[in-house]
């Protein structure tokens, strides 16, 4: 019986099927994932307050101090992925809040969700949400970029040429 049902049915019949149910399912993910994100976005928030705050009164203040640089540089780097993590949380919640269901297309693209937040945002007419979402951005790339110079200045000096000896240059 059944096997004369699945006969009436071709390969498209079942690619559009498994096509809705895998539709179905992303969307159901995704407003799973949206209640998740509701739910730790507080604490994204806070932390990432906290981080920016650890990075303008001890980071910058403390890589003068060439000893401490490549805990620094963990650090900051460490900093701005939290930052980021809070960024893209709210950037995400927007996009949600203004798109509904069709923000599931725009969910993996990860930062670039940051454009079009701010962007909604603006034109919204909540320009300070979207100053904060572009300053929160800036401060992301800020602190990652300024981890990665720490680490270029690391590596600077520790391949300096008086680290080694040359026994040929004192031979001769």
């Given at each position: 019986?059944?096997?004369?049902?699945?006969?009436?049915?071709?390969?498209?019949?079942?690619?559009?099927?498994?096509?809705?149910?895998?539709?179905?399912?992303?969307?159901?993910?995704?407003?799973?994932?949206?209640?998740?994100?509701?739910?730790?976005?507080?604490?994204?928030?806070?932390?990432?307050?906290?981080?920016?705050?650890?990075?303008?009164?001890?980071?910058?203040?403390?890589?003068?101090?060439?000893?401490?640089?490549?805990?620094?540089?963990?650090?900051?780097?460490?900093?701005?992925?939290?930052?980021?993590?809070?960024?893209?949380?709210?950037?995400?919640?927007?996009?949600?809040?203004?798109?509904?269901?069709?923000?599931?297309?725009?969910?993996?693209?990860?930062?670039?969700?940051?454009?079009?937040?701010?962007?909604?945002?603006f034109l919204?007419?909540?320009?300070?949400?979207?100053?904060?979402?572009?300053?929160?951005?800036?401060?992301?790339?800020?602190?990652?970029?300024?981890?990665?110079?720490?680490?270029?200045?690391?590596?600077?000096?520790t391949s300096?040429?008086?680290?080694?000896?040359?026994?040929?240059?004192?031979?001769?």
């Open positions: 019986m059944l096997k004369n049902v699945f006969k009436n049915f071709d390969k498209y019949t079942f690619g559009s099927a498994g096509l809705a149910t895998l539709v179905l399912a992303l969307a159901a993910l995704s407003y799973g994932f949206t209640a998740i994100i509701k739910f730790l976005f507080p604490l994204f928030a806070a932390l990432s307050i906290i981080s920016c705050g650890i990075f303008l009164c001890l980071i910058l203040p403390l890589s003068l101090i060439h000893r401490l640089r490549p805990q620094l540089s963990r650090t900051a780097l460490i900093l701005s992925l939290i930052s980021g993590i809070s960024v893209w949380m709210y950037s995400f919640l927007v996009i949600i809040g203004y798109l509904g269901w069709l923000a599931l297309f725009l969910f993996f693209l990860f930062y670039s969700i940051v454009p079009f937040a701010a962007l909604g945002l919204n007419g909540q320009v300070i949400q979207g100053l904060a979402l572009c300053a929160g951005l800036a401060m992301t790339y800020l602190m990652r970029f300024y981890s990665f110079r720490l680490e270029s200045k690391i590596s600077k000096n300096n040429d008086n680290d080694f000896i040359d026994i040929e240059a004192k031979v001769l």
